[in-house]
Nanobody
Framework: QVQFVESGGGLVQPGGSLRLSCAAS????????MGWYRQAPGKQRELVATITSGGSTNYADSVKGRFTISRDNAKNTVHLQMNSLKPDDTAVYYC?????????WGQGTQVTVSS
């Protein structure tokens, strides 16, 4: 059973920063890909950023230059540093792991960008 502990969401003003963290447990093999997806009200879930076990990263165009993803393979943790936040970044953010051809999702953490 894969479990995630997500943290770091909250309310922030436009232009502010937040750091999301996710720790995965219950996995006894290497996690191929970790990352974050988000879902805003009335919209489909979309990719934010992913990172492979080798450190290769992929970002949505909308967050390039503002968000930075990192991971600690030994601890099965992934982080998302979000800077210059915009109201359009408001969404529930979901931790993601791809392990041995299976997709796993966290329960989500709310990020609200508003003045």
């Amino acid at each position: 059973q894969v479990q995630f502990v997500e943290s770091g969401g909250g309310l922030v003003q436009p232009g502010g920063s937040l750091r999301l963290s996710c720790a995965a447990s219950g996995i006894i093999v290497s996690i191929d890909v970790m990352g974050w997806y988000r879902q805003a009200p009335g919209k489909q879930r979309e990719l934010v950023a992913t990172i492979t076990s080798g450190g290769s990263t992929n970002y949505a165009d909308s967050v390039k230059g503002r968000f930075t993803i990192s991971r600690d393979n030994a601890k099965n943790t992934v982080h998302l540093q979000m800077n210059s936040l915009k109201p359009d970044d408001t969404a529930v953010y979901y931790c993601y792991a791809y392990v041995s051809s299976w997709n796993y999702w966290g329960q989500g953490t709310q990020v609200t960008v508003s003045s």
